[in-house]
């Protein structure tokens, strides 16, 4: 009886998303992917790709932020083989296949990692709406996710050694 609740709430999210499809199918026409991508593509999977790539970029900012800038120039990805690419996708897979384990484990850290996903999704670019596939900008909420993940393995590093985290104030 539990999974007919997530069968019908699949329904109903399938015909939210086949209702809209016609004002996505307007924003991935061609004519509006030449604009996003300054006249580089007009193919929505090298749009897709380099979605990924940037991906990879807006992590490895927030592990090592140097030389950051307003405009990261982007080179638009011309296929799947490409390292940075398939690098995110094996990322994404991994993540996906251990996200209900990382719910059983902390939950901290899977809201961090869904509040890290859901306010990067509207930035990155995967329904093209402008040139920037990667911006700092596009960050600000997201890395708050990140921080709740960091701040998630250290407490279980913690509570694996024993020992409590000191708090300030105790």
Known sequence: KKNIKYYILGGVILVAVM?????????LRPSNIMKATSNVTDSYLRVLYTVLQSLFKYIELLVLPYNMSAHYPTVISKSILEFRVITCLISLGILGAFLKHIYRYSRVIFFGICWFFVNWF?????IPLTHYFVADRYLYLATAGFCLVIGGLIDKIYCLSGQNIPYIGK
């Open 122 to 126: 509207p930035g990155s670019n995967i």
């Open 19 to 27: 209702i809209r499809l016609d004002v996505i199918s307007l924003l």
